[in-house]
């Protein structure tokens, strides 16, 4: 069994940075690829970035050039640093992991709250 439990959520003011962690606990090494996805009111979850266990990354064309996804494969930890935020960045943020598409594992989620 895996757990994901993600850490950093918070508010933040419009142009601030935040950094959102997920440790994984569990056997994660067939789970070729983690990621974030993020679900604000009212609106389907989306994907935001994912990074696969060789260190290749893909991002929501929202978050391009603002948020960067990095993963420590020995500490089974993925994180995002998220900067210059936006209020419409505002949402609960999930850890995933799985196997190449297909998500298998999620976290309880994350609030990050972003004010203009």
């Known amino acids: 069994q895996v757990q994901l439990v993600e850490s950093g959520g918070g508010l933040v003011q419009a142009g601030g940075s935040l950094r959102l962690s997920c440790a994984a606990s569990g056997s994660i090494f067939r789970l070729n690829v983690m990621g974030w996805h993020r679900q604000a009111p009212g609106k389907q979850r989306e994907l935001v970035a994912t990074i696969t266990s060789g260190g290749s990354t893909n991002y929501a064309d929202s978050v391009k050039g603002r948020f960067a996804i990095s993963r420590d494969n020995a500490k089974k930890m993925v994180h995002l640093q998220m900067n210059s935020l936006k209020p419409e960045d505002t949402a609960v943020y999930y850890c995933?992991?799985?196997?190449?598409?297909?998500?298998?594992?999620w976290g309880q989620g994350t609030q990050v709250t972003v004010s203009s």
């Open positions: 995933a992991a799985g196997v190449s598409s297909a998500v298998n594992y």
